[in-house]
């Protein structure tokens, strides 16, 4: 069973940066396509990056271009989320996602982006 834990996540200024981490065990993390995802109060979740699980491709949503980065070591079985620039509309709950054949979640870590 594949499992996921996020860290890195806490209180920041606007402005200010953090880096999450998402690591994987159970399983070989070169076989996952993997996703950051997440979900501020009252809002629907959403995808916010991901990379894929061979030639390492990514994509990001419009609203972090430019300011997150994906980036994953599979050595370490472990993915980043390096996150600048946050702004208060960054606050949410972020999730990890990996998929092979279906979705498995970590338990989510708190970013919080205020003055």
């Known amino acids: 069973q594949l499992r996921l834990v996020e860290s890195g996540g806490g209180l920041v200024q606007p402005g200010g940066s953090l880096r999450l981490s998402c690591a994987v065990s159970?399983?070989?993390?070169?076989?996952?396509?993997i996703g950051w995802f997440r979900r501020a109060p009252g809002k629907e979740r959403e995808g916010v990056s991901c990379?894929?699980?061979?030639?390492?491709?990514?994509n990001y949503a419009d609203s972090v271009k430019g300011r997150f980065t994906i980036s994953r070591d599979n050595a370490k079985n472990t993915v980043y989320l390096q996150m600048n620039s946050l702004k208060p509309e960054d606050t949410a709950v972020y999730y990890c996602?990996?998929?092979?054949?279906?979705?498995?979640w970590g338990q989510g870590t708190q970013v919080t982006v205020s003055s």
């Open positions: 996602n990996a998929n092979r054949w279906r979705d498995y």
């Open positions: 159970g399983d070989n993390l070169d076989y996952y396509y």
């Open positions: 990379i894929s699980s061979s030639v390492g491709s990514v």
